[in-house]
C-alpha cells in the first residue's frame, strides 16, 4: 500500500485493515516527511480560527465535489496529485479534507436506523408518478426495529426525540388554540394591571409615607438605563435618572428628567412599582478595567519562624526591585508588581480582610507536579477597587487566597484577558490559582505566538463560588473532595469544570509530598533561611542576587540566587554566568538555562527584547546584540532557548548542527548545544564524555566522536516502537 495524503488520513481514522494498519504504521515510523504530516494533520484540525477553503475568486482551488470524489477515490492519478499538492502548501485546505474524512469516518461508521413509520411519512411527501400511494413500509426492512406482537410503534425523529404519532391529530388543532387562549389571558391581565395601577397611585403613595424606613430602590422602576456609569444607591441616597452623561442629584437639584406622563409631584415618584433585581451575570466586556490608582490597599505579614518569606516589588514605570522588610508589616500598593521569589513563601493581608500568599517554589520542591519545571516565582499586581475585598492580577506562578473572617469575601482574579469573580463563602474557606505559561514546539514564537497558558483552580477547603465568562457561574463550589476543580487552556476549549475530585490533589498543597526516595529539596530549604537572612539592607535586589551567585559558599544558594535574577528579569546577569568559563561553574551555567528557558515562557515580548532582526532602515537590536553577538549568533541562541519539533528530532541535521555548536568560540552557544543534546541522546549508552568548559584540544577530540556516531547511524536515536492503534495510542 502507497503512502499518500488518503491512506494516512485513513490511518489515522482507523478505518484500514489491522494488516494494513501495521504496514501503513512501519512505513511512517521509517519516514519523517510523514511524521511531519501526520504532526501537522493532528495540529491544523485542531487549530483555531481557521478559515475554510473560498468557493469563489482565485483561491477558489477546489469545491465540496471534488473533495467527494477524491476522498471516495474517484479521481485520476494527475487530480488526486494536484489535490494533495494543495493540501501540502495550504493549512486551510488541508485541514478541510482531513475534517472532512473525519466526519465521514464518525456518520458513515454506524448503521443508519430508520423507523418504519418515518419510511411511511417519507413515502406520503413524494407526489409524483414514481410515487405509490398508500405503501406501507414492513417492520422486517430494519431489524433493529421490528416490533413485538401486540407493541405500538414509537416514530422516532432524527436527533432520537419522539414526535406526535398521526393518530393522534387533535393535537394540530388543540396546541393552537390553547396558545390563542393564553395571549388572551395575558393581554387581558396586562390591561388590567396597567388601569389598576393609575387608580391605586395615590394609596401606595400614602402606605409609603407611613414607612420612612423603606429603602427608596422602590423607585427604580421608571428609572433609564445609565450605560456608562452604574449608579450607587447606597451613597446617593435614591435613583437618579440618566441626564445625557451625567446623572441628576434629585437631593440638590430636583428631578428635571421625568417620567413620560410629567408628573411633577415627588411623592408620585415613590409610587412606582420595585424594580426586581438584576440577577444575570455582567459578560466580561462589562467589566470595567482595573483601576490605575495607586494607593494602599494591603499590607505585607512578617515572616514566621522556619518559613523565610523574599517579597519584591516594583513602582509601575520603574525598573529596580525593592525588597519588602520581612520583619514587620509594610503597605502594599496598588499598581505596584509583586513577586515571591523561587523558594519562598510571602503573603499580603488586603484591607477588606482577605489573604493573598504568594507561593514561590522550584522544580525540586514540585518534583511531583507535571508543571513543576515551569513553576519558580509568583507574580502579581493588585489593584484598588471599593465594591470588593480584594482585586489582582496573576501574571504567573501560584497563589492561595483565603478568607479570615465570618462574612463572605469577594475577591476578582484577572489573568490575561479573563476576569473571575470568587466568593470564599465560609470563614477559613481556601482557594489555590495556578497560571503555568509553557512554550511547546508548537508555538510559533517567531512570529509571535503567545505560549500556552494553563489556568487551575482548586478549592482547599471550605465553599466558594466563581463566575467568568459571560452568564458563567458556579456558587457551589467545595473541597477538598466535592466539585472543586476548573481548568482553564488559552488553545483549548476555555474552561473545563467543576470537577468532582475523589481525593485531595497533593501537587496543589503548600507541602507536597516528597517523591519516594527523599526530599530533594532538603538542602535548598535550608539554602533560602540562609539567603533570606543575608540579603537584607538598602541594596537593589538584581544586585543581591548576582552576589550571591558569585560569591555564596554553598551551591543550593547560588543556584536559588540565579532562579531569583531570572524572577526579576535580570536577564543579562544571566547570559553573564552562563557565560562564565570555570570549570567548576558547571551547576550555574545548568541553572543560568532553566532561568532563561522559563523567562522567554513569558510571551512573544521576551524573544523581541533578546533579539529583533533589522527591518528597513533599523539596525538588528537587543539584548544579545548589546552582548556582542551577530545576527546569526542571535538566532541560534534564541532558537536554543526553546524545544525541537518531534519531526526534527528525528533529522540527522539536528544532531549534526548541534555538534557543530560543541565547536563554537562561545561558551553560550557550546553549553546550549550541549544541553540539547544531553536531553536528545539520554540513554544512549555510546554518549561520548564532553563538558563545554574543557580546552579546545579536549573539546575537539569530544565533537569527532560525537560525528562518528552520527556517521553510523547511531543519532538519531531509533524511535521507540509504535504503538497499536497507530500514533494516537491503542483502542480503548
Given at each position: 500500500m502507497r503512502l499518500t495524503l488518503r491512506t494516512l488520513l485513513a490511518y489515522l481514522d482507523d478505518t484500514l485493515e489491522p494488516s494494513e494498519i501495521k504496514q501503513i504504521g512501519q512505513k511512517v515510523a521509517e519516514s519523517d516527511a510523514a511524521q511531519e504530516l501526520v504532526a501537522r494533520i493532528k495540529q491544523v484540525t485542531r487549530k483555531r480560527r481557521l478559515t475554510t477553503p473560498p468557493l469563489t475568486g482565485p483561491g477558489a482551488k477546489f469545491d465540496p465535489n471534488l473533495i467527494?470524489?477524491?476522498?471516495?477515490?474517484?479521481?485520476?492519478?494527475?487530480?488526486?496529485?494536484?489535490?494533495?499538492?494543495?493540501?501540502?502548501?495550504?493549512?486551510?485546505?488541508?485541514?478541510?479534507i482531513a475534517a472532512c474524512h473525519q466526519i465521514l469516518t464518525l456518520v458513515l461508521g454506524e448503521p443508519a436506523l430508520v423507523p418504519p413509520t418515518a419510511r411511511e411519512r417519507m413515502y406520503g411527501l413524494v407526489k409524483g408518478r414514481e410515487a405509490i400511494p398508500f405503501r406501507k413500509a414492513s417492520a422486517k426492512s430494519n431489524p433493529n426495529l421490528a416490533l413485538k406482537p401486540g407493541e405500538e410503534a414509537e416514530e422516532t425523529a432524527v436527533l432520537g426525540m419522539p414526535v406526535h404519532k398521526r393518530h393522534a391529530a387533535w393535537l394540530k388543532w388543540a396546541i393552537p388554540i390553547a396558545g390563542i387562549f393564553l395571549l388572551l389571558a395575558l393581554g387581558a391581565a396586562l390591561v388590567s394591571?396597567?388601569?389598576?395601577?393609575?387608580?391605586?397611585?395615590?394609596?401606595?403613595?400614602?402606605?409609603?409615607?407611613?414607612?420612612?424606613?423603606?429603602?427608596?430602590?422602590?423607585?427604580?422602576?421608571?428609572?433609564?438605563?445609565?450605560?456608562?456609569?452604574?449608579?450607587?444607591?447606597?451613597?446617593?441616597?435614591?435613583d437618579k435618572p440618566a441626564d445625557k452623561d451625567k446623572p441628576a442629584d434629585k437631593d440638590k437639584g430636583g428631578d428635571k428628567d421625568k417620567p413620560s406622563d410629567k408628573d411633577k409631584d415627588k411623592d408620585k415618584d415613590k409610587e412606582r412599582d420595585p424594580k426586581p433585581p438584576d440577577t444575570t451575570v455582567k459578560s466580561p466586556d462589562r467589566v470595567p478595567p482595573p483601576s490605575k490608582e495607586r494607593k494602599e490597599v494591603a499590607t505585607s505579614v512578617a515572616a514566621q519562624p522556619g518559613a523565610p518569606s523574599f517579597l519584591v516589588s516594583r513602582r509601575q514605570g520603574q525598573d529596580k526591585w525593592a525588597r519588602l522588610d520581612p520583619s514587620k508589616a509594610v503597605p502594599v500598593y496598588s499598581t505596584d508588581s509583586l513577586v515571591s521569589l523561587p523558594g519562598f513563601a510571602s503573603e499580603v493581608r488586603a484591607a477588606g480582610g482577605a489573604r493573598l500568599l504568594l507561593w514561590g517554589t522550584t522544580p525540586e520542591f514540585n518534583s511531583t507536579n507535571p508543571f513543576g519545571a515551569f513553576l519558580y516565582e509568583s507574580a502579581v499586581t493588585l489593584h484598588a477597587n471599593s465594591d470588593g475585598d480584594l482585586e489582582f492580577t496573576l501574571d504567573r506562578g501560584r497563589v492561595y487566597v483565603s478568607n479570615p473572617n465570618d462574612k463572605p469575601a469577594r475577591v476578582r482574579v484577572r489573568f490575561l484577558t479573563e476576569v473571575w469573580d470568587l466568593t470564599l463563602n465560609e470563614r477559613d474557606t481556601e482557594v489555590v490559582l495556578e497560571l503555568v505559561k509553557t512554550c511547546p514546539p508548537e508555538v510559533n514564537y517567531q512570529d509571535g505566538e503567545e505560549p500556552v497558558a494553563n489556568m487551575t483552580l482548586y478549592v482547599l477547603k471550605g465553599k466558594a463560588g466563581v463566575k467568568y465568562d459571560a452568564y458563567q457561574g458556579y456558587p457551589d463550589l467545595a473541597g477538598p473532595t466535592g466539585p472543586a476543580l476548573l481548568i482553564w487552556n488559552n488553545k483549548g476549549a476555555g474552561t473545563k469544570g467543576p470537577l468532582a475530585i475523589p481525593q485531595p490533589i497533593a501537587v496543589l498543597t503548600k507541602e507536597p509530598p516528597p517523591p519516594p526516595g527523599g526530599d530533594p529539596a532538603k538542602e535548598l530549604r535550608l539554602a533560602r533561611g540562609e539567603i533570606a537572612g543575608r540579603m537584607t539592607g538598602g541594596q537593589p535586589v538584581d544586585v543581591m542576587l548576582l552576589e550571591g551567585a558569585q560569591t555564596s559558599p554553598v551551591r543550593e544558594q547560588r543556584i536559588l540566587c540565579i532562579f531569583g535574577l531570572g524572577a526579576v528579569d535580570d536577564v543579562g546577569s544571566l547570559f553573564d554566568l552562563l557565560a562564565n568559563e570555570d570549570q567548576q561553574a558547571g551547576p550555574?551555567?545548568?541553572?543560568?538555562?532553566?532561568?532563561?528557558?522559563?523567562?522567554?515562557?513569558?510571551?512573544?515580548?521576551?524573544?523581541?527584547?533578546?533579539?529583533?532582526?533589522?527591518?528597513?532602515?533599523?539596525?538588528?537590536?537587543?539584548?544579545?546584540?548589546?552582548?556582542?553577538?551577530?545576527?546569526?549568533?542571535?538566532?541560534?541562541?534564541?532558537?536554543?532557548?526553546h524545544d525541537f519539533k518531534e519531526v526534527d528530532r528525528r533529522r540527522p541535521s539536528t544532531y549534526e548542527a548541534l555538534v557543530y555548536y560543541l565547536k563554537d568560540r562561545r561558551m553560550v552557544i557550546r553549553e546550549l548545544g550541549y544541553f540539547h543534546l544531553k536531553r536528545l541522546t539520554a540513554g544512549l549508552?555510546?554518549?561520548?564524555?564532553?563538558?563545554p568548559s574543557w580546552p579546545s584540544d579536549r573539546r575537539e577530540k569530544a565533537v569527532k566522536e560525537w560525528e562518528d556516531l552520527i556517521a553510523k547511524g547511531k543519532l538519531p536515536p531509533p524511535p521507540p516502537m509504535p504503538m497499536p492503534g497507530g500514533p494516537m495510542g491503542p483502542p480503548k
Open positions: 467527494a470524489e477524491y476522498l471516495d477515490n474517484e479521481l485520476s492519478g494527475e487530480q488526486v496529485a494536484e489535490i494533495e499538492k494543495i493540501c501540502l502548501e495550504s493549512d486551510v485546505h488541508l485541514a478541510e394591571a396597567l388601569s389598576d395601577g393609575s387608580g391605586n397611585r395615590n394609596k401606595v403613595a400614602n402606605a409609603d409615607k407611613t414607612a420612612p424606613g423603606k429603602d427608596d430602590s422602590a423607585r427604580d422602576g421608571d428609572k433609564p438605563a445609565d450605560r456608562d456609569k452604574p449608579t450607587d444607591k447606597d451613597k446617593a441616597g435614591g550555574e551555567r545548568e541553572a543560568a538555562i532553566f532561568a532563561l528557558r522559563r523567562w522567554v515562557c513569558r510571551g512573544p515580548q521576551t524573544t523581541q527584547y533578546l533579539f529583533t532582526p533589522k527591518k528597513g532602515d533599523k539596525e538588528d537590536r537587543g539584548l544579545l546584540i548589546d552582548k556582542g553577538f551577530k545576527t546569526s549568533g542571535a538566532e541560534i541562541v534564541v532558537s536554543l532557548l549508552k555510546e554518549a561520548p564524555n564532553y563538558d
